[in-house]
């Protein structure tokens, strides 16, 4: 027994040396053999750079893979030199290329830039079928970090076209797609991520969060609207499992996009899938009611957050201050402020400058001026934008001394002046009829080298015209002399008149322009019939209601909204005359330049003219330019054209804003439908809109001419207790209604009133107060008659 083992164990160590042995003898041929190889190469290690002839037949067939391969991961070995020894072994009819071998050479080229050998190659090893998923995404990584994305689409397309079906499911993964998804949208290559994206979306089910997101980010800061609600259509579609994070980009986008019942369907969609919102889930719900204008909704869901306990944060803040501000809710913006300060987050420039340009639109001059001051005092530094938010409030609160004393002020500093703030005095100046003195401004503003925008050139084209000196547009073109805005204003003005010195079509001579339908007091019936963001009290008819729910407001305002789809009637946002587009908006801005110039001259069949033919160009109007033509219909007493306006803002869903809704209100005062005004102010309030000075001003005059001095007077009441304090037009139509109405004691109180709140008295008020005299005269003269009367028929005098 021990003889057997004994022999057993001698044979299996005599057997095992053998196959040691044979195998170091075959790790040093194939070693050779790379030599041999390497040394047939033009190689910087070779004499003179002469490779040395190699007898292909004695090389061993077939060639042993590991040989090459050696070669193909040497570093040492150039990639031209790699290319050589491929090329070469190609040509013999008794070599084929390992997969091993194929990825090491497409890695070395890939690593050391090679990107123009790198398609050849790589389809010359799709067709074999020969790459891996790694060596494949690692090729296309290199394509893209040095932005050639046509080479990685165009090996993209190859892989689809040369791999059957199987291959291209391995090499083709989600995560190559993901992947090159997400470099091209580091590198801000949407238009060619989206091609990505239906890519991934029609090879596979499984899609990346990850790259998901960054889609749907990349889509909102580039501000492609319909693309996103595509992507996300899709993705709804493929049920794909939304995030938190992917929740709240979307929520922040539709709400940005002033699409608040999507971003309240998806906020009660997220809380049915189990999903808690985060602190960043309450501040996009905020922000998105903030833009629709619904900040007491907004407030409310603030309140909802902190009891859910988180703490809010600086954006949370933000966006309620600018909310408030935004809706002239400055009192609850100034609490929300005073907030922030005691929970120890220290108020940085946007905060003071949001909260700054809020107290100047209700005309609280004195608490901007204490917050400036205090903004200095806690070492905020003010910026440009403070110092143009207090010259343009000084200018709108009637205070234009004080604005060009600081004005001239920091233009002695030179550091706190741009061009807004030169196109704010300006544009004052034009106002005030003071051309020569603006025209010598904008020398100076060329001379520091500020640019001449499309504001400036506006204000001062207006202003030419207002004062009939159209003659020195050359003075104002000397001036703008780098600036190639000017000349196209100037050849933008020739074609128009050229347009409008052509005959009229005469198939439209009798076509009304702003055909109406029923009369401008039924415009309560179109609004009604508006079902954008409109609500439900919260809590009215609402379904399940969970007692537990960390967001029990917002859970009762997104289960009562009523739709969640169509355009918004109402916007916050005020109607601009220039856009934010720039040069894109050229032609628009310059329309409604023009057009302003036609209307504040009385020129309304030009106008109309005008507005004609830029909509026979193609080119749709904005809510600046109909409320310019409104506002003319309206003073004019076209009434019925007027309706026509509105009516073709809502067929071409043009959101209407405050001066909309100023307008209709005075249209309907002149009709004799003052009564309606408070209807509109509560459909309005109800809807996310808001009262300015402006139309609490018009509402109230049109309550008086009614003769509803009551609700005038508590009208009056509302707008100060919102926090807007009254100017000269509120006090003046206050004063006239109730001299009228003889209502003399209530007249004169708010005279008083006006005194002790500083408001300076204007020519109209002169001639109000004329009347209030004759009126308190005439009360007197009633009073002695009676006391007369009542003296003859007493019997004592008898």
């Not at 190889?37 to 292909?56: A, E, N, Y």
């Not at 906020?267 to 900040?295: H, I, S």
């Not at 004195?366 to 003010?382: I, P, S, Y």
């Not at 409320?627 to 004019?636: E, Q």
């Amino acid at each position: 027994m021990r003889h057997c083992r004994r022999t057993f164990s001698s044979s299996f160590t005599t057997r095992s040396a053998t196959v040691s042995t044979q195998t170091h003898i075959s790790a040093l041929a194939e070693l050779l053999l790379s030599a041999a190889l390497h040394q047939s190469l033009p190689t910087s290690h070779s004499i003179s750079g002469v490779r040395r002839p190699l007898d292909f037949s004695s090389l061993p067939s077939p060639l042993p893979d590991s040989a090459v391969l050696r070669l193909f991961r040497l570093p040492s070995l150039s990639p031209d030199s790699k290319l050589s020894l491929f090329r070469l072994l190609s040509s013999l009819p008794s070599y084929s290329p390992s997969p091993s071998c194929l990825s090491a050479l497409l890695l070395s080229l890939s690593r050391a830039g090679r990107l123009s050998d790198l398609p050849n190659l790589l389809r010359f090893a799709l067709s074999s079928s020969t790459v891996d998923p790694t060596t494949f995404s690692s090729v296309l990584s290199a394509f893209i970090r040095a932005e050639r994305y046509d080479l990685a689409i165009a090996a993209l397309d190859d892989a689809v076209s040369l791999l059957d079906t199987v291959a291209a499911a391995k090499v083709l993964t989600p995560r190559t797609y993901c992947s090159i998804m997400l470099a091209l949208l580091k590198k801000s290559q949407l238009d060619l991520a989206l091609p990505m994206f239906r890519k991934l979306l029609a090879s596979s089910s499984e899609l990346d969060p990850r790259a998901c997101n960054q889609l749907l980010v990349a889509l909102r800061k580039t501000d492609m609207q319909d693309d996103f609600r595509n992507v996300f259509d899709e993705l709804s579609e493929r049920g794909f499992p939304f995030d938190t994070w992917g929740y709240n980009i979307c929520i922040h986008s539709f709400g940005e996009w002033r699409q608040l019942g999507t971003s309240l369907k998806l906020f009660k969609e997220m809380k049915a899938k189990g999903l808690e919102p985060d602190l960043c889930t309450y501040n996009t719900v905020m922000g998105a009611l903030c833009a629709g204008g619904k900040v007491g909704d907004a407030l409310a869901a603030y309140e909802d957050m902190k009891d859910s306990g988180h703490e809010p944060d600086r954006f949370t803040y933000q966006n309620l201050i600018l909310g408030c501000c935004k809706s002239y809710l400055v009192d609850e913006a100034v609490r929300v402020f005073r907030e922030m300060e005691y929970k120890g987050i220290k108020a940085d420039i946007l905060a003071y400058n949001t909260l700054l340009d809020g107290l100047m639109k209700v005309r609280k001059l004195t608490e901007a001026c204490q917050l400036f001051e205090k903004m200095v005092a806690d070492g905020v530094r003010a910026s440009r934008y403070s110092h143009n938010i207090m010259i343009d409030g000084l200018f709108r609160n009637d205070r234009p001394a004080a604005a060009f004393a600081l004005f001239s002020e920091l233009k002695k500093r030179g550091q706190f002046v741009d061009g807004v703030t030169y196109s704010i005095v300006i544009s004052r100046l034009c106002k005030e009829a003071r051309v020569s003195e603006a025209l010598d401004l904008v020398n100076e503003m060329e001379e520091r080298g500020f640019a001449v925008d499309l504001v400036t050139i506006t204000s001062l084209l207006i202003g030419l015209h207002k004062s009939g000196r159209w003659d020195s547009a050359e003075r104002l073109v000397k001036y703008v002399r780098d600036n190639v805005l000017l000349p196209s204003v100037l050849r933008w003005k020739e074609n128009m008149e050229s347009s409008l010195r052509a005959p009229q079509d005469k198939g439209k001579d009798f076509t009304p322009l702003f055909p109406s339908v029923g009369s401008l007091c039924d415009v309560i019936g179109l609004i009604d019939h508006a079902p954008e963001n409109s609500t439900r009290e919260p809590g009215s008819g609402c379904s399940s209601e969970d007692d537990w729910s960390s967001s029990p407001y917002l859970d009762r305002l997104a289960g009562n909204f009523k739709t969640f789809d169509g355009s918004q009637f109402f916007t916050a946002s005020r109607g601009q005359r220039i856009q934010v587009n720039g040069i894109k908006s050229f032609d628009t801005d310059m329309m409604n330049t023009y057009l302003s110039i036609f209307l504040s001259n009385g020129k309304l069949s030009m106008a109309c003219k005008l507005f004609e033919i830029f909509r026979s160009l193609g080119s749709e109007p904005v809510g600046f330019t109909y409320n310019s033509l409104l506002s003319s219909f309206v003073k004019k007493g076209y009434l019925k054209d007027a309706w026509g306006i509105v009516q073709d803002m809502r067929d071409k869903k043009c959101p209407a804003d405050i001066a909309t809704f100023n307008l209709i209100i005075q249209g309907l005062s002149k009709m004799g439908k003052g009564d309606l005004a408070t209807t509109i102010l509560d459909w309005l309030v109800k809807n996310g809109g808001y009262l300015d000075i402006v139309l609490y001003n018009t509402v109230i005059h049109s309550l008086g001419k009614a003769g509803r001095v009551d609700e005038a007077n508590k009208l009056f009441k509302k707008m100060t207790e919102s926090g807007i304090n009254p100017d000269v037009v509120t006090f003046n139509t206050l004063i006239e209604v109730n001299s009228k109405a003889g209502r003399v004691k209530e007249a004169y109180k708010f005279l008083r009133k006006m005194l002790a709140a500083g408001c300076m008295p204007n020519h109209v008020t002169d001639t109000i107060l004329d009347f209030l005299e004759r009126e308190i005269e005439k009360i007197r003269l009633r009073k002695a008659s009676i006391r007369r009367n009542e003296d003859d028929l007493n019997p004592d005098n008898v």
